[in-house]
């Protein structure tokens, strides 16, 4: 028979690896050009978002990238105030929910965007959406190439390539 000693420290133990699940870091990064140069030798598996100087004006690409990574949203809810554009705001919230794992929401924001809107990375995250929610596979592949074939950013075009061979291969 368990005793209650016993059966709080099952739930006990329970709630410690629930937590420690939960803590781990978003597979999904948000970098600049110039951080991407020096993270692509990494052997790693993090899911990287490029961020650009043009998007918000007064903001450098790498401090927007800090504040998703640090995910400081009060914070990066201030720089997006002097915004006028839309776009920028929902894709931003997009990124935010993929990083909380919201995959269902940031799909439905994605949708709204075109599709080759922010160098054709609206449908990259689309694509990792699908991915995310365990749709079809044919179907999020066919996303990664109309996204390779979409962007002119080589950089992208190489975040892409490592994505493809995540999802597909596991490396």
Not at 24 to 29: A, D, I, K, V
Not at 78 to 92: E, N
Not at 103 to 128: M, N
Not at 129 to 144: D, L, V
Request: some cysteine; glycine content about 2%; charged content about 25%.
């Amino acid at each position: 028979m368990i005793t209650t000693v016993q059966r709080w420290y099952h739930y006990l133990c329970a709630t410690v690896i629930f937590f420690l699940a939960s803590c781990r870091p978003s597979l999904y990064q948000a970098i600049d050009a110039n951080s991407y140069v020096q993270t692509a030798k990494q052997a790693d598996k993090k899911k990287y978002i490029l961020i650009k100087d043009s998007w918000i004006v007064g903001y450098k690409a790498d401090a927007l990238a800090t504040l998703v990574n640090k995910k400081r949203w009060k914070v990066l809810q201030k720089a997006l105030v002097s915004v006028k554009d839309p776009q920028v705001h929902t894709f931003f919230q997009a990124i935010k929910d993929i990083k909380r794992k919201n995959y269902q929401q940031a799909y439905q924001s994605l949708s709204t965007l075109p599709k080759d809107g922010f160098d054709c990375q609206v449908e990259l995250l689309r694509a990792d959406c699908m991915y995310e929610m365990k749709e079809r596979q044919g179907a999020f592949h066919t996303h990664y190439q109309k996204t390779y074939d979409c962007t002119t950013d080589n950089t992208i075009k190489e975040i892409i390539t490592r994505r493809y061979r995540f999802t597909k291969y596991g490396y």
